[in-house]
């Protein structure tokens, strides 16, 4: 059981967490709210998810410490470039309206992740930021961005669900003592995976939802998790997943469904390279 993830800097961040992506702006106040009334209190937000000040506006209105709550933000890659990096990043902190963030992460690994990447070292050094970190950085390019910085990143997030397991990515972050969450850990859906016999007979054995089964899952191999609902009842049933466990046999049925490859996106697809590299959230 993993209820926290400690960073190599001391920092330490709940395990499981509520993701905002795909929220509308209308509806995001309401799910904050209540995602920290059932006790989460990791919230993951985005500059390019529009909807940073409702979050904030959720926290607020909680009423719980500010200290309490772990605030994860991130910049887009259009804002790379280092002075842009400085003003987004200052964008971001006043429309959540907090003094400082707990996490800043790179986005993509695409466009001037150097330039971006020594302005949150800045960022981080002055305090106005707790922990730094990247998004969807392969081995390859995490490595590059190690060998010619000075700050290493204190979490990848990465897509991990259980058609595309990332295990050489976690093996590589664990011996660089550099943490791994996961992003769309439900694989959007596609696939079937709600449906998938396999995680419905583990479900069906611990009285549990595939959802809670599949967090569970990612929970005892130590990822961290960050999923979205704007249903209360599926906001529960993921944030509960410590009142169970699945012992080797279960563990390893669902590690063989694995098939190496994002059931979402191929990131190796120029096509996708090309509009996540050029996509402007602003003017």
Same mark, same amino acid.
């Given at each position: 059981?993993?209820?926290?993830?400690?960073?190599?800097?001391?920092?330490?961040?709940?395990?499981?967490?509520?993701?905002?992506?795909?929220?509308?702006?209308?509806?995001?106040?309401?799910?904050?709210?209540?995602?920290?009334?059932?006790?989460? /209190?990791?919230?993951?937000?985005?500059?390019?998810?529009?909807?940073?000040?409702?979050?904030?506006?959720?926290?607020?209105?909680?009423?719980?410490?500010?200290?309490?709550?772990?605030?994860? =933000?991130?910049?887009?890659?259009?804002?790379?470039?280092?002075?842009?990096?400085?003003? =987004?990043?200052?964008?971001?902190?006043?429309?959540?309206?907090?003094?400082?963030?707990?996490?800043?992460?790179?986005? &993509?690994?695409?466009?001037?992740?150097?330039?971006?990447?020594?302005? #949150?070292?800045?960022?981080? &050094?002055?305090?106005?930021?707790?922990?730094?970190?990247?998004?969807?950085? =392969?081995?390859?390019?995490?490595?590059?961005?190690? #060998?010619?910085?000075?700050?290493?990143?204190?979490?990848?997030?990465?897509?991990?669900?259980?058609?595309?397991?990332? /295990?050489?990515?976690?093996?590589?972050?664990?011996?660089?003592?550099?943490?791994?969450?996961?992003? =769309?850990?439900?694989?959007?859906?596609?696939?079937?995976?709600?449906?998938?016999?396999?995680?419905?007979?583990?479900?069906?054995?611990?009285?549990?939802?595939?959802?809670?089964?599949?967090?569970?899952?990612?929970?005892? /191999?130590?990822?961290?998790?960050?999923?979205?609902?704007?249903?209360?009842? /599926?906001?529960?049933?993921?944030?509960?997943?410590?009142?169970?466990?699945?012992?080797?046999?279960?563990?390893?049925?669902?590690?063989?469904?694995?098939?190496?490859?994002?059931?979402?996106?191929?990131?190796?697809?120029?096509?996708?390279?090309?509009?996540?590299?050029?996509? &402007?959230?602003?003017?």
């Amino acid at each position: 059981m993993m209820r926290e993830m400690k960073f190599y800097n001391g920092v330490v961040m709940p395990a499981v967490g509520f993701g905002v992506y795909q929220i509308p702006k209308e509806n995001t106040q309401r799910c904050v709210e209540q995602a920290l009334e059932l006790g989460y /209190r990791l919230i993951d937000t985005a500059a390019s998810y529009f909807n940073e000040a409702e979050v904030g506006a959720a926290i607020r209105a909680s009423g719980i410490k500010r200290s309490e709550i772990f605030v994860t =933000s991130k910049l887009w890659v259009q804002d790379y470039e280092y002075e842009d990096a400085l003003k =987004s990043f200052e964008r971001s902190r006043k429309l959540l309206g907090l003094e400082y963030l707990d996490l800043y992460l790179l986005h &993509k690994p695409y466009g001037n992740y150097y330039a971006a990447w020594r302005a #949150l070292e800045k960022l981080y &050094k002055e305090g106005q930021i707790r922990a730094i970190g990247i998004t969807s950085f =392969s081995n390859e390019r995490l490595l590059d961005l190690l #060998l010619h910085n000075e700050v290493k990143p204190m979490l990848n997030q990465l897509e991990t669900n259980p058609f595309f397991q990332q /295990r050489q990515a976690h093996e590589f972050l664990t011996q660089q003592e550099i943490c791994h969450q996961a992003w =769309s850990p439900f694989a959007e859906a596609k696939q079937g995976i709600f449906s998938n016999p396999v995680l419905m007979n583990i479900a069906a054995q611990h009285h549990k939802d595939v959802g809670a089964v599949i967090l569970r899952w990612l929970n005892q /191999r130590g990822v961290g998790v960050i999923p979205k609902s704007v249903r209360t009842e /599926r906001m529960a049933t993921n944030f509960n997943i410590f009142d169970f466990e699945l012992d080797a046999d279960e563990m390893a049925q669902i590690d063989a469904m694995d098939t190496g490859k994002s059931p979402i996106y191929d990131d190796q697809d120029l096509n996708v390279v090309k509009f996540i590299g050029t996509y &402007k959230i602003h003017e």
